[in-house]
């Protein structure tokens, strides 16, 4: 993605948020006025809409969301492939790492849980900490 390009993108990106989360315009202005491309897991791992969006883009296959989403994810993606290639040389270890995040659920979703017990479940987004 070319300059102006990835900034036509985070324009449909912006637009997006303010059509969806209009109650969080304070949030979004700080976002569009100091957000840089190594802020994407920071800005994922805050309690706000870029969380709120990326995920339920992602647990409901939102294919226009996800096209939308196309500027953050990117650099979401690089951020985190960074890290982990830090992280690696840093320890100079291949290890598994297990890392944690809660979420909240619904309780209809808790019940489904409930009642999968024992069989294989799968999740439709970024697994985070």
Same mark, same amino acid.
């Given at each position: ?52 969006? %990326? *995920?339920?883009?992602? =647990?409901?296959?939102? +294919?226009?969301?996800?096209?939308? /989403? ?5 650099? #979401? ?27 909240? %659920? *619904?309780?209809?979703? =808790?019940?489904?849980? +409930?009642?999968?017990?024992?069989? /294989? ?5 970024? #697994?985070?900490?």
């Amino acid at each position: 993605m070319n300059e102006s390009t990835s900034e036509q993108a985070k324009c449909e990106f912006l637009t997006l948020c303010r059509n969806r989360y209009p109650e969080l315009s304070n949030a979004i202005d700080e976002f569009e006025q100091t957000y840089t491309v190594n802020d994407a897991i920071k800005w994922y791992t805050k309690d706000t809409f870029v969380y709120k969006l %990326v *995920n339920r883009a992602l =647990r409901t296959q939102d +294919l226009e969301c996800l096209f939308v /989403l196309r500027f953050y994810l990117r650099n #979401l993606t690089h951020c985190l492939k960074n890290e982990w290639n830090e992280w690696r040389n840093a320890t100079n270890s291949g290890s598994i790492v297990t890392l944690y995040r809660g979420q909240v %659920v *619904n309780k209809e979703f =808790r019940l489904d849980l +409930l009642k999968r017990q024992g069989m /294989l479940v799968s999740a439709n987004g970024y #697994l985070s900490t």
